[in-house]
T-cell receptor, first 113, second 115 residues
Framework: AQSVTQLGSHVSVSEGALVLLRCNYS??????LFWYVQYPNQGLQLLLK??????LVKGINGFEAEFKKSETSFHLTKPSAHMSDAAEYFC???????????FGTGTRLTVIP | DTEVTQTPKHLVMGMTNKKSLKCEQH?????MYWYKQKAKKPPELMFV???????INESVPSRFSPECPNSSLLNLHLHALQPEDSALYLC??????????????FGPGTRLTVT
């Protein structure tokens, strides 16, 4: 069975500070991992994905995530937070060839001016 | 182009009404999805169509009826809904099939209010 745990339902950072959103997964097979962002009253936008290969993945808007198999983690980072980063962030996991995404419960990021 | 479009953007309907939500993608994707999302929660999967055939129905009440007229279109027909069905309804698509990366691309959603 696959699942995702996002530690911290709400994270606050100051503008310009490091953003770190945590995601741990459980999967019986090598997973595909994703981060999505959702702004208020909008759909989900794909930030980045890990499939195979390089474990450090770069995404849009300056975000990146590192796949660590030994820690079963896929944490999302951004060196310097911007006000426009305030949103809900979802981590998700899937299997190769599967049509399902398993979402974490989400982390709301607040950026303090 | 990674755009999925949904209409309408907002919908208010009474419990006796019949309405439909529409979704369209032109990315050549062969899998399409309907999700329901309540406030401050992750999306909940409702239906999956793979190569225009319903492949997953997550025990959704029969007052929700999906339809996939062709590989680019997905509809969700609504009838006799309850106030607790008020939510954001999201459509998504992915390449589908074995060997493809399963990331899904989401539309902007339809905000449904049942009165």
């Amino acid at each position: 069975a696959q699942s995702v745990t996002q530690l911290g339902s709400h994270v606050s950072v100051s503008e310009g500070a490091l953003v770190l959103l945590r995601c741990n997964y459980s999967s019986s097979v090598p997973p595909y991992l994703f981060w999505y962002v959702q702004y208020p009253n909008q759909g989900l936008q794909l930030l980045l994905k890990y499939t195979t290969g390089a474990t450090l993945v770069k995404g849009i808007n300056g975000f990146e995530a590192e796949f660590k198999k030994s820690e079963t983690s896929f944490h999302l980072t951004k060196p310097s937070a911007h006000m426009s980063d305030a949103a809900e962030y979802f981590c998700a996991v899937s299997d190769t060839g599967a049509n399902n995404l398993f979402f974490g419960t989400g982390t709301r990021l607040t950026v303090i001016p | 182009d990674t755009e999925v479009t949904q209409t309408p953007k907002h919908l208010v309907m009474g419990m006796t009404n019949k309405k439909s939500l529409k979704c369209e993608q032109h990315m050549g994707h062969r899998a399409m999805y309907w999700y329901k999302q309540k406030a401050k929660k992750p999306p909940e999967l409702m239906f999956v169509y793979s190569y225009e055939k319903l492949s997953i129905n997550e025990s959704v009440p029969s007052r929700f009826s999906p339809e996939c007229p062709n590989s680019s279109l997905l509809n969700l027909h609504l009838h006799a809904l309850q106030p607790e069905d008020s939510a954001l309804y999201l459509c998504a698509s992915s390449q589908g099939g074995q060997g493809y990366s399963p990331e899904q691309y989401f539309g902007p959603g339809t905000r449904l209010t049942v009165t």
